[in-house]
């Protein structure tokens, strides 16, 4: 029998937002490699072995994973979030391009989940409603001058920014160094949303203006949306207000 | 009893790419609304009442829907993809924005959905794997230069960049221009994925080069992703070659 590598993304946390294609990828799957958090997420099977490691250990993981599956076992690779989005994919796949000629000829495949933006942006109501991007702030793998140029690149042409991997314990100032380049360039006004484990019961979401943005309220748990300078308020008497880009956004700029 | 409505979204197409979230929300809808298309995708439901609009609607279909809403019916408004990129959700806000003051007191939820360039990307790969952007192509609502500049901005700055909306009928020559404009910026070698109705039985995903890139293999059903200077193409003897964007991408700018 061939091995084969599942590469599944198991949503932002909500069981109900794992899709059957990725929960039909896990049940078949002999084992389970992924960070602690969200393997624990999984409810145990019977037979199924899990390979649980920190979330600084990708490309290991991938390696250790790659070579189960090379062994034969059906293998699943478990991302919060998409699989493919600041996660385990391209872990794999730069595993492949630098491991054994094997690993070429193993059956992988990726199975998408819902990446915590959208999650995020649904809680506020639509502020990706027009051209959005996605951008890391960690500085772990690329040089912070990258990330600053790709901030004042993205606010200038018009962008939503949803921001990934805002904060941590070893990157405590890029967040708000990031806020700082952004007021430079967008309206005191423009909206933030801190989406915080979102679906799940630790889940806080809160909606402020970029003049006051506080890095505080963002952990490793959030993902931060940036309005652009269409992005839209619209108040609701007791109710939280909702937050979107307009279609037509752009011609503004 | 006060009406609800939910904004949904439902993948790019295949039935397991729906989360059960957005197929519990849709059960309990008494009326459904959206673009033909999407709604025959749905089994029916006893008791439901569908209204099928087509898709340059949008706007008159969120008023629509509100309308009922308010009268107290449980309304689902339902996407392709992800309801709140460039789809309805961004339209029920706007229309809420502009219209009675009622709407603003209605219970408005947005459930969120597999957009199609995750699905896309999974099947080349990783080419999401790092920083990207997603922008529309359609100038009905956005003039042709500020979709110009974002391309050009996006690929100066290192983004992946996925188009949505990439051709149609109405809009024949914007995506050859876009893949001009980008060939002035980027490297021929540049990999591009045109992703057609991923997940369904029509489903055609092309791995090209900018070089080469031919907008007749895009049609309205396709997203197309176009790498940045780092994403990598890892050949595979006998099968489909794997698209990634390096998580280090960004130290070559």
């Given at each position: 029998m061939s091995g084969k590598l599942h590469v599944i993304g198991i949503g932002p946390g909500h069981p109900?937002?794992?899709?059957?294609?990725?929960?039909?990828?896990?049940?078949?799957?002999?084992?389970?490699?992924?960070y602690g958090p969200y393997l624990d997420r999984l409810p145990p099977a019977a037979g199924q072995q899990r390979h649980a490691s920190d979330n600084r250990e990708e490309l290991a993981r991938a390696r250790a994973a790659l070579d189960l599956a090379a062994s034969g076992k059906r293998v699943a690779v478990?991302?919060?979030?998409?699989?493919?989005?600041?996660?385990?994919?391209a872990a794999v796949c730069e595993a492949v391009e630098h491991g054994p000629a094997a690993w070429r000829a193993l059956?992988?495949?990726?199975?998408?989940?819902?990446?915590?933006?959208?999650?995020v942006a649904a809680r506020a109501g639509a502020p990706l409603g027009h051209?959005?991007?996605?951008?890391?702030?960690?500085d772990n793998l690329k040089p912070w001058p990258v990330i600053a140029g790709r901030l004042r690149a993205a606010a200038a042409a018009g962008f939503v920014i949803a921001l990934y991997n805002p904060i941590s314990r070893a990157r405590p100032w890029q967040l708000g160094e990031a806020f700082a380049i952004l007021r430079e360039q967008l309206p005191p006004a423009t909206p933030v949303i801190f989406g915080r484990a979102v679906g799940r019961a630790a889940e806080r979401v809160?909606?402020?203006?970029?003049?006051?943005?506080?890095?505080?309220?963002?952990?490793?748990?959030?993902c931060v949306i940036v309005g652009s300078p269409g992005t839209r308020v619209v108040e609701r008497p007791g109710l939280p207000p909702l937050v979107y880009s307009p279609r037509s956004s752009g011609a503004d700029r």
């Amino acid at each position: 029998m061939s091995g084969k590598l599942h590469v599944i993304g198991i949503g932002p946390g909500h069981p109900d937002q794992i899709t059957p294609e990725a929960r039909e990828a896990i049940a078949v799957a002999t084992d389970l490699f992924g960070y602690g958090p969200y393997l624990d997420r999984l409810p145990p099977a019977a037979g199924q072995q899990r390979h649980a490691s920190d979330n600084r250990e990708e490309l290991a993981r991938a390696r250790a994973a790659l070579d189960l599956a090379a062994s034969g076992k059906r293998v699943a690779v478990i991302s919060g979030g998409d699989a493919g989005v600041f996660a385990m994919a391209a872990a794999v796949c730069e595993a492949v391009e630098h491991g054994p000629a094997a690993w070429r000829a193993l059956d992988i495949a990726v199975v998408p989940g819902l990446t915590a933006m959208l999650a995020v942006a649904a809680r506020a109501g639509a502020p990706l409603g027009h051209d959005f991007c996605a951008l890391s702030l960690s500085d772990n793998l690329k040089p912070w001058p990258v990330i600053a140029g790709r901030l004042r690149a993205a606010a200038a042409a018009g962008f939503v920014i949803a921001l990934y991997n805002p904060i941590s314990r070893a990157r405590p100032w890029q967040l708000g160094e990031a806020f700082a380049i952004l007021r430079e360039q967008l309206p005191p006004a423009t909206p933030v949303i801190f989406g915080r484990a979102v679906g799940r019961a630790a889940e806080r979401v809160t909606i402020t203006a970029l003049a006051g943005a506080d890095p505080a309220l963002a952990d490793m748990a959030t993902c931060v949306i940036v309005g652009s300078p269409g992005t839209r308020v619209v108040e609701r008497p007791g109710l939280p207000p909702l937050v979107y880009s307009p279609r037509s956004s752009g011609a503004d700029r």
